[in-house]
């Protein structure tokens, strides 16, 4: 059971170290696990209409995923300094950043969506929308943006729950949205007759129910003494350049993972509408799997946090390798399950035979490496959150955007729809190498 507020200081820097992890990480899995469920049971439903929506929705999925980068951004900015302010015992400060975070994160999100919706068709193309699917891609696109402050202070408030050490409490706010839009989809895209609009409509109403809990979390229930008011609010330099330090990895992380899966979306669409659903089926599985690994690598960084704050350096350097020991064996399994039986988890999303043989074959080229990601997603946790922006940027942005970026334009020019297949595998395998030097080098620092 996780401890109260007021003991949250001496449990994450006395307590045993994969009891505090373990504490830390299972609410965080949860909440992961649950919002891949419910992009899964998206792709499940859309998958009953047509190819040309499950396209449209692997083909807008690249921007939700920007829009949660932004609100990672704010949310492990602001709370990676938190974690370290509330280690070293300054709440105060930890509240003004909790305050400020989330005003830059709703006005950020105010911002994208007025901005998209004016260029609508031409971002739709730009995503790798295809002459067919390009209808169903501005409908559904067109609704998801109407969420888009709401999903950005979502994951601001979730992460800042969770770096102060109230990880339950950021998961229910989660699945209380993620659940409500599993609820939803049937009842919208078949009941009511909406199809596509349905689902996005499905997803914007779980969104605001998110941002609606995490807050009555942070003004109804004890976190760390941290408060969220307008009086708390600075708009001194300092905090941005924190959220900056702090959120950059988690930007770079994920935006340029956006920007990876567009330039996947538009090699598959070479190949038409059933490789584009194929690749995007396939980055649904992988996503779920390694859910996981980051809501572990999440759970690992409040205790970070707060060692690092507190200088306890050996115990963070347990906990980091109690972290990657975990990590690597539930990989090594979950990859090992799925890989035996690719075809029928893709025929699970869409009973199409090119989807099929398309996605089975990429399912296993990425689940082949996948373990290693188990020491790169700890290592970029620990460089985020012990204030080393400039090698977790590097880390953060190898895997999905550094490494893959050059080998997703060479690789389908050299081998075809193999190479589209096999280039995250091989990402994978360049970024542990990488990953080696960079995370033994800030360790020898922590003296």
Same mark, same amino acid.
């Given at each position: 059971?996780?401890?109260?507020?007021?003991?949250?200081?001496?449990f994450?820097?006395?307590?045993?170290?994969s009891?505090?992890?373990? &504490?830390m990480?299972?609410?965080?899995?949860?909440?992961?696990?649950?919002?891949c469920?419910y992009?899964i049971?998206?792709?499940?439903f859309?998958?009953?209409?047509n =190819?040309?929506?499950?396209a449209a $929705?692997?083909?807008v999925?690249p921007?939700m995923?920007l829009i949660q980068?932004?609100?990672?951004?704010f949310?492990h900015?602001?709370?990676?300094?938190?974690?370290?302010e509330?280690?070293?015992?300054?709440? @105060?400060?930890?509240?003004?950043?909790? =305050?400020?975070?989330l005003?830059? %994160?709703?006005?950020?999100?105010i911002l994208?969506?007025?901005?998209a919706l004016?260029f609508?068709?031409?971002l739709?193309?730009v995503?790798?929308?295809?002459a067919?699917?390009l209808?169903?891609?501005?409908?559904y696109?067109a609704?998801i943006?109407?969420g888009a402050?709401?999903?950005?202070a979502?994951?601001t408030?979730?992460?800042?729950?969770?770096?102060q050490?109230?990880?339950?409490y950021a998961? *229910?706010?989660?699945?209380?949205?993620a659940?409500?839009?599993v609820?939803?989809d049937p009842?919208?895209?078949?009941?009511c007759?909406l199809?596509?609009r349905?689902a996005?409509l499905? =997803?914007?109403?779980?969104?605001?129910?998110?941002?609606?809990?995490?807050?009555?979390?942070?003004?109804?229930?004890?976190?760390?003494?941290?408060?969220?008011s307008?009086?708390y609010?600075s708009?001194?330099?300092?905090?941005v350049?924190e959220?900056?330090?702090?959120?950059?990895?988690?930007?770079?992380r994920?935006?340029?993972?956006?920007?990876?899966?567009i330039?996947?979306n538009?090699?598959?669409a070479?190949?038409?509408?059933?490789?584009?659903?194929a690749m995007?089926?396939?980055?649904?599985? =992988?996503?779920?799997v390694m859910?996981?690994?980051?809501?572990?690598g999440?759970g690992?960084?409040?205790?970070c946090?707060?060692?690092?704050?507190?200088?306890?350096?050996n115990?963070?350097?347990?906990?980091f *390798?109690?972290?990657?020991?975990?990590g690597?064996?539930?990989l090594?399994?979950?990859?090992?399950?799925?890989?035996c039986? %690719?075809?029928?988890t893709?025929a699970?999303?869409r @009973?199409?035979?090119? $989807?099929?043989a398309?996605?089975?074959t990429?399912l296993?080229w990425?689940l082949?490496?996948y373990p290693?990601?188990?020491?790169?997603?700890?290592?970029n946790?620990m460089?985020q &959150?012990t204030?080393?922006?400039?090698r977790a940027? $590097?880390?953060?942005?190898?895997?999905?955007?550094?490494?893959f970026?050059p080998f997703?334009?060479?690789?389908?020019?050299?081998?075809?729809l193999?190479?589209?297949?096999?280039c995250?595998?091989?990402?994978d395998v360049v970024?542990?190498?990488i990953?080696i030097?960079? $995370?033994?080098?800030a360790f020898?620092?922590?003296?």
């Amino acid at each position: 059971m996780q401890p109260r507020h007021r003991d949250n200081y001496e449990f994450l820097t006395q307590a045993p170290v994969s009891r505090v992890i373990l &504490t830390m990480a299972v609410p965080t899995i949860v909440s992961m696990l649950v919002t891949c469920f419910y992009v899964i049971v998206d792709t499940y439903f859309v998958g009953q209409l047509n =190819t040309q929506s499950t396209a449209a $929705v692997g083909i807008v999925f690249p921007l939700m995923s920007l829009i949660q980068a932004i609100g990672s951004f704010f949310g492990h900015g602001s709370g990676a300094y938190m974690s370290r302010e509330l280690g070293a015992r300054r709440t @105060d400060n930890a509240s003004s950043m909790a =305050t400020t975070g989330l005003v830059y %994160a709703l006005l950020t999100g105010i911002l994208i969506a007025v901005v998209a919706l004016l260029f609508l068709r031409p971002l739709s193309l730009v995503l790798g929308s295809t002459a067919t699917s390009l209808p169903f891609t501005e409908q559904y696109m067109a609704i998801i943006l109407l969420g888009a402050p709401f999903q950005i202070a979502s994951f601001t408030l979730n992460s800042q729950l969770r770096m102060q050490g109230n990880a339950r409490y950021a998961m *229910w706010g989660i699945i209380s949205g993620a659940l409500l839009n599993v609820i939803l989809d049937p009842i919208l895209i078949f009941a009511c007759g909406l199809q596509l609009r349905g689902a996005a409509l499905a =997803t914007v109403i779980g969104q605001i129910v998110s941002v609606a809990v995490l807050l009555a979390m942070c003004h109804f229930r004890a976190t760390a003494g941290v408060r969220l008011s307008p009086r708390y609010f600075s708009l001194h330099w300092h905090y941005v350049r924190e959220i900056v330090y702090g959120g950059s990895p988690s930007l770079s992380r994920q935006g340029l993972a956006s920007i990876s899966v567009i330039l996947l979306n538009v090699a598959a669409a070479g190949y038409g509408d059933a490789a584009v659903a194929a690749m995007s089926i396939v980055s649904r599985v =992988t996503m779920f799997v390694m859910a996981v690994i980051v809501g572990l690598g999440q759970g690992f960084q409040p205790f970070c946090g707060y060692c690092y704050g507190a200088a306890l350096y050996n115990r963070l350097r347990h906990g980091f *390798w109690f972290t990657v020991r975990v990590g690597f064996v539930f990989l090594l399994c979950f990859s090992a399950f799925f890989f035996c039986f %690719a075809e029928q988890t893709i025929a699970v999303f869409r @009973d199409d035979a090119i $989807v099929i043989a398309v996605g089975s074959t990429a399912l296993r080229w990425h689940l082949a490496v996948y373990p290693l990601n188990a020491y790169i997603m700890a290592g970029n946790m620990m460089l985020q &959150t012990t204030r080393r922006p400039l090698r977790a940027n $590097v880390l953060s942005s190898a895997r999905k955007g550094l490494v893959f970026i050059p080998f997703i334009l060479i690789l389908p020019h050299l081998f075809g729809l193999m190479g589209i297949a096999m280039c995250q595998a091989v990402c994978d395998v360049v970024t542990f190498i990488i990953a080696i030097p960079i $995370v033994r080098s800030a360790f020898r620092e922590m003296t």
